[in-house]
Nanobody, 116 residues
Framework: QVRLVESGGGLVQAGGSLRLSCAAS????????MDWYRQAPGKQRELVAA???????NYADSVKGRFTISRDNAKNTVYLQMNSLKPEDTAVYYC??????????WGQGTQVTVSS
């Protein structure tokens, strides 16, 4: 049974920081690409950051220089360090693990709210 469980969301003031975690089980984590997506109210889900099995990273332009994705294969966990948060970063953040299943596996999401 595959499970992706996000944690670390919350309410933070603009300019603050949060670190999201996504713990995976039921998959061979180290070979999966792991992604963070977000979805704001009334908007489509968008890719925020991605990290390949080899550690290569990619970011949405809107978060470059502020967010950092990383992974710890020993802990089957992917992280998203979010600094200099803005109100427009407010969204539900989802973890996604992709290998060969169309769409990959999704977590349940964690709410991030940035107040101005």
């Amino acid at each position: 049974q595959v499970r992706l469980v996000e944690s670390g969301g919350g309410l933070v003031q603009a300019g603050g920081s949060l670190r999201l975690s996504c713990a995976a089980s039921g998959i061979m984590f180290r070979i999966y690409e792991m992604d963070w997506y977000r979805q704001a109210p009334g908007k489509q889900r968008e890719l925020v950051a991605a990290i390949t099995s080899s550690g290569s990273t990619n970011y949405a332009d809107s978060v470059k220089g502020r967010f950092t994705i990383s992974r710890d294969n020993a802990k089957n966990t992917v992280y998203l360090q979010m600094n200099s948060l803005k109100p427009e970063d407010t969204a539900v953040y989802y973890c996604n693990g992709r290998l060969d299943i169309p769409g990959g596996y999704w977590g349940q999401g964690t709410q991030v709210t940035v107040s101005s």
